[in-house]
């Protein structure tokens, strides 16, 4: 059974970055490809930015290209989300996804999630 566990968010001011990490438990780490999706309050789950196994392919959502830089350490089973200028749009839970299905964005093709990270931006 596979385990997410994110870490790293909190509260920061509009401007500033911020990095979230995602540990991988319980399988190999570098059969699943990996995604970051956040859900701010009274809004749907948005999807933010992939990366595959290997890490050579990423796609991102277009509200955060540019400001979002995903990544994986294989050897880590770690995933993590760059996060720079953050606005006080992109606050939310932030939960990572594994899947070994498909490389793709679209939240229905990720099987495990994690419990989420809470990002707060202020203005």
């Known amino acids: 059974q596979v385990q997410l566990a994110e870490s790293g968010g909190g509260l920061v001011q509009a401007g500033d970055s911020l990095r979230l990490s995602c540990a991988f438990f319980?399988?190999?780490?570098?059969?699943?490809?990996m995604g970051w999706f956040r859900q701010a309050p009274g809004k749907e789950r948005e999807s933010v930015a992939a990366?595959?196994?290997?890490?050579?392919?990423?796609t991102y959502a277009d509200s955060v290209k540019g400001r979002f830089t995903i990544s994986r350490d294989n050897a880590k089973n770690t995933v993590y989300l760059q996060m720079i200028s953050l606005k006080p749009e992109d606050t939310a839970v932030y939960y990572c996804a594994a899947s070994r299905r498909v490389f793709s964005i679209l939240p229905r093709v990720y099987d495990y999630w994690g419990q989420g990270a809470q990002v707060t931006v202020s203005s």
């Open positions: 319980g399988r190999i780490f570098s059969s699943y490809h």
């Open positions: 990366i595959s196994t290997g890490g050579s392919s990423t």
